[in-house]
């Protein structure tokens, strides 16, 4: 059975700086893009950064020049390096990547279980 185990958040004052990991394991053949989600009190879950297999990356508008995704295909781990962060920044954040398990040519959508980051004034 294939999962993503994450680590990282926590509390952290405006202006400073978080970094979470999120790991895969289990029977992989390949992982293809990986990403980072939030969700903050009373809205929805909104993508907020991308990164596929080639390495290429997108960002929302509200992250972009703050935040950094990258992944590490030996580890089969995909970080977010959060830099100048807002209080608005607070929310839970998840990953996700899409895993092909061995044995099969699909991928699946497979989530990582939400973390905590709190941004204080």
């Known amino acids: 059975q294939v999962q993503l185990v994450k680590s990282g958040g926590g509390l952290v004052q405006a202006g400073g700086s978080l970094r979470l990991s999120c790991a895969a394991s289990?029977?992989?053949?390949?992982?293809?893009?990986m990403s980072w989600y939030r969700q903050a009190p009373g809205k929805q879950r909104e993508l907020i950064a991308g990164i596929t297999s080639g390495g290429s990356t997108n960002y929302a508008d509200s992250v972009k020049g703050r935040f950094t995704i990258s992944r590490d295909d030996a580890k089969n781990t995909v970080y977010l390096q959060m830099n100048s962060l807002k209080p608005e920044d607070t929310a839970v954040y998840y990953c996700?990547?899409?895993?092909?398990?061995?044995?099969?040519?699909?991928?699946?959508?497979?989530w990582g279980q939400g973390t905590q980051v709190t941004v204080s004034s």
């Open positions: 289990g029977s992989i053949f390949s992982i293809d893009s």
């Open positions: 996700k990547a899409f895993i092909v398990p061995l044995g099969s040519r699909v991928a699946v959508a497979t």
